[in-house]
């Protein structure tokens, strides 16, 4: 199966097509794994330590191998630069329908370097590519920019989806990013300022090629499997009705949401802890991917008998938003209206921002001001403009989300970046420490839902390559208790699932790691997986689509070592920059604050926090004290040639 | 003879048409609950509940806990007044 790449040099304008050598797949096997490689290699003649918004930075865009084929997983794309807002390995997916499209355009990677002399957008059209003037896209949305795009291009050869970025990465701000079709943002890390610092504003694609796969009928026979497997799965059925919002109500049993900062881990309000409000928003529409056997999306419109706050928004219609959309409004800022928690979603996929940095920062503040840490005076300096700080204030809200996008005060210079620079920068223009209040893991800004109890994910949340982050390493097995997966995955202990102990609390991050990775590489959405992973294994039962897609037949074993060797990779990249064990750590009140509520009180991660972090180094092979990998593990990987590097850089143990 | 109260929350919810019920045992054993909601809400909810291929406590895509927060098993015994809380197990987004 041929791989094809683009290269686009956006300095000097120019467009190269290539074919991924065979032999760069015996050790990435696609999706992040060749996104990861790509700038791996670019960084090998480029300074690793450059500016990521300056021209040396790369953005890379790709899609895996069963993406598209009708594998039935969905389809998942993936962004991978150098992070301008945690200033490490950036990475994140994003769904829909532009990923596949990318594949029909006749391309599956696309790796951007330099910068345009002004604004630009980039063309595909069946591998025909131009690089476009964006001086009329210049300052609008990402919904108002994709409209654009797609009353221009048209529906020849095939209708146009596109990747955009809004003002936010226009204005370099860290954590803006890319969204595809208008519809899904890639979130994390700040793809859109990579994008915007390099005037680039889009990518419109056309495409109407076809797909190769290699063995037909048995991808086929793969197919018809896993529909029936997901038809059997009445748990399905629920996850199609709501989405990601179930989790509403089993947090709030648990107590795992993040309220007003993670204050307190259970929402308020008498409507929002139950999910029967997504009733009145739930409207099946065709805003999944085609590829995908579940299709838990939909869409709303607002009437305006919803709630009390929904009259403000008569009209809107939008995805219905997902758990974390719902977690950052009704959690982090104490958002109570419905209305205004769907308005959210829709307003930070426009803005093109990261609605888990965005609330991270504010609410950071909203506490200072709860706690009368700072006065009205201090507000009003900050802001510049009249702002109460006050939990749930949607239209204060508001006001600081433009602040940011537009850059337009001290704020939203301030926070660029998110809760973990934007306290660092808050407190010493104050001359005083804040950090306690901030929350944040590796840097990057928390996901919003309470760790404290999970010793696993909150492991997840210092050692995950992109800071803070709930989708390299997953830790269900223990927030769901699944005894059934430890005993697979742990030769038939149990541990994995006890929340009361340690053991195998490091292993468990690292084997989930290393499966993400595979599921990353292949390009499906992790859902399915979710709803079953003993069924549906990365290494053994897709493992057998992707060898029917590409030819390339591994066993379950040498797919965990793919895994590995992506996760491997990561590491490699940040160790370049300068990170090493101390880097992976978490915030002040996740490591020292007791938690009050659920039915999981008084944990604090400093309860099992080192030796979960130990464990993980000696499960990976990597050196305990230092945190960085050795030559020996990177040799069993077939990674000599990255621990050359790394060793030259003064980063290898 | 022990009384056991249930909480249904989310697709358990829909399925039941109802967010609490309670359930007289003739024995204290989860599997004894499991059976009689299943025969009660019919052939959906008992496939949320068991795993046909196992026959043990379905754990996919769900989560089913006792006061504790711990997940309960098919072999587990049940205290008189207890109740036990039936959630959907999905996260992020």
């Keep these: 199966m041929e791989s094809r790449l683009l290269r686009v040099d956006l300095t000097t304008g120019e467009c190269n097509s290539e074919v991924i050598p065979h032999s760069v797949f015996e050790r990435w096997i696609g999706g992040s794994g060749i996104n990861n490689w790509i700038m791996w290699e670019h960084f090998l003649t480029h300074d690793v330590n450059c500016d990521p918004r300056g021209p040396d930075n790369i953005f890379v865009f790709g899609v895996g191998p069963l993406a598209g084929t009708g594998a039935g997983s969905g389809i998942k794309g993936r962004i991978t630069f150098k992070s301008p807002c945690y200033n490490m390995f950036g990475d994140s997916a994003g769904g829909g329908k532009f990923p596949y499209m990318v594949r029909f355009s006749g391309f599956e990677y696309i790796a951007i370097t330099g910068k345009a002399p002004k604004p630009c957008y980039l063309h ?32 020849y050869p095939s209708k146009t989806h596109t ?73 399905v059925y629920g996850f199609k009705r709501r989405g990601t919002l179930g989790a509403v109500e089993m947090y709030q049993h648990i107590g795992s949401h993040f309220w007003r900062n993670n204050q307190g881990n259970m929402f308020r309000g008498d409507e929002i802890r139950s999910d029967n409000w997504v009733k009145k928003y739930h409207k099946y529409s065709e805003v999944c991917s085609s590829d995908c056997f579940i299709a838990c999306d939909a869409k709303y419109k607002i009437d305006g008998t919803e709630s009390e706050a929904a009259q403000k928004y008569v009209g809107e219609t939008f995805r219905r938003p997902e758990y974390l959309t719902t977690g950052s409004a009704a959690g982090a800022l104490d958002v109570r209206d419905w209305a205004e928690v769907a ?11 990261d609605n888990q940095d965005l609330s991270c920062s504010i609410s950071f503040l909203m506490e200072l001001k709860q706690r009368d840490l700072i006065s009205d005076r201090d507000v009003a300096e900050l802001f510049g403009h009249e702002q109460s700080l006050e939990w749930g204030n949607m239209e204060d809200i508001e006001a600081c989300v433009e602040d940011v996008v537009f850059q337009r005060n001290a704020f939203g210079v301030m926070f660029r970046d998110g809760p973990y620079h934007g306290a660092l920068k808050y407190s010493a223009m104050m001359g005083k420490n804040f950090m306690k209040y901030a929350m944040y893991g590796k840097g990057g800004a928390s996901f919003t839902e309470e760790m404290r109890p999970f010793p696993t994910w909150m492991n997840n949340m210092a050692v995950a390559s992109r800071g803070a982050d709930h989708l390299k390493g997953i830790g269900l097995i223990e927030k769901f208790q699944r005894k ?31 499966q993400v990775a595979l599921l990353n590489s292949y390009g499906v959405c992790m859902f399915h997986w979710m709803l079953d992973p003993a069924g549906y294994t990365p290494q053994d039962y897709y493992g057998k689509a992707y060898g029917a897609v590409t030819g390339i ?50 944990k604090v991660a400093a309860d099992m926090f080192e030796t979960v972090l130990s464990d993980y180094y000696e499960w990976r092979g990597w050196d305990k004290a230092s945190g960085l990998q050795t030559r020996a593990k990177l040799t069993e990987l077939g990674l000599d040639d990255v621990a050359d590097v790394l060793e030259a850089d003064g980063a290898l143990a | 003879m022990i009384t056991v109260h249930t909480e249904f929350h989310s697709h358990f919810r829909e399925l039941a048409a109802t967010d609490k019920d309670s359930f007289d ?59 036990i809380t039936f959630l959907v197990g999905i996260a992020g987004g």
């Excluded at chain 2, 609950?33 to 299943?38: D, M, P």
């Design chain 1, 124 to 155: 595909i059209s069946n591998q025909e590519v131009s690089i476009l003037d964006a001086a009329h896209l210049w300052g609008k949305n990402t919904a108002e920019t994709h409209a654009l795009l797609q009353e221009e291009h048209g529906t």
């Design chain 1, 553 to 602: 037949d591994r066993t379950p074993k040498e797919l965990m070592h793919d895994g590995e060797r992506i996760c491997n990779l990561e590491k490699a990249f940040n160790s370049r920059v300068g990170m090493r064990r101390e880097h992976d750590t978490v915030c002040e009140r996740w490591m020292w604050e007791p938690t009050e509520e659920g039915i999981y009180p008084g």
């Design chain 1, 484 to 514: 059934d997966l430890s005993k697979i995955y742990f030769d038939g202990r149990i541990e994995a699932a006890d929340l009361s102990t340690t053991e195998l609390k490091g292993a468990c991050t690292a084997v989930v790691e290393n």
């Design chain 1, 343 to 353: 308005h959210w979603g829709k307003l930070t996929n426009d803005y093109g921002i």
């Design chain 2, 25 to 83: 045992l003739d024995q204290p054993l989860v599997s004894e609950l499991a059976e009689r909601i299943g025969a009660k809400y019919g052939p959906k909810m008992q496939a949320m509940l068991i795993d046909p291929e196992t026959h043990e406590l379905n754990e996919r895509g769900t989560m089913f806990v006792d006061t504790k927060g711990r997940r309960i098993s098919m072999e587990d015994t049940l205290d008189d007044g207890e109740t």
């Design chain 1, 163 to 235: 990747l955009t970025v809004s003002q936010a990465g226009e204005n370099g701000v860290g954590i803006a990013g890319v969204v595809s079709d208008a519809l899904r943002i890639h979130a994390r890390c700040g793809g859109g300022a990579v994008m915007g610092s390099k005037n680039l504003k889009a990518i419109a694609v056309q495409g109407s090629g076809g797909l190769p796969v290699t063995r037909p009928k048995d991808m086929l026979a793969w197919s018809d499997d896993f529909r029936k497997k997901i038809d059997s799965n009445e748990a």
